[in-house]
């Protein structure tokens, strides 16, 4: 009978730490795209920013690729 007992609080044991570890993967991966999310905003803000000094200092709107290529720039300085 006492067994049994050990096997039944060792499986609950196991159980548990299964809730545990999914409850803490969970929040690492909610954590991890949150700073993603925080990244990409910086991003399209730092982006914004020359955007709006290029059009100060030039008069008018670069095109659509030196806009990509500065937020390509942006993301290779964000990840090295």
Do not use: W, Y
Not at 16 to 45: F, H, I, N, P, Y
Not at 50 to 78: M, T
């Amino acid at each position: 009978m006492v067994c049994c007992q050990s096997h039944a609080d060792s499986d609950d044991d196991e159980r548990q730490q299964a809730v545990t570890m999914s409850a803490a993967v969970e929040r690492a991966r909610k954590r991890r795209e949150e700073e993603e999310r925080r990244l990409q905003e910086q991003q399209r803000a730092a982006a914004s920013e020359k955007l709006r000094q290029l059009e100060e200092k030039f008069g008018k709107k670069p095109s659509k690729v030196l806009l990509s290529a500065l937020i390509s720039e942006k993301a290779e300085l964000a990840l090295s």
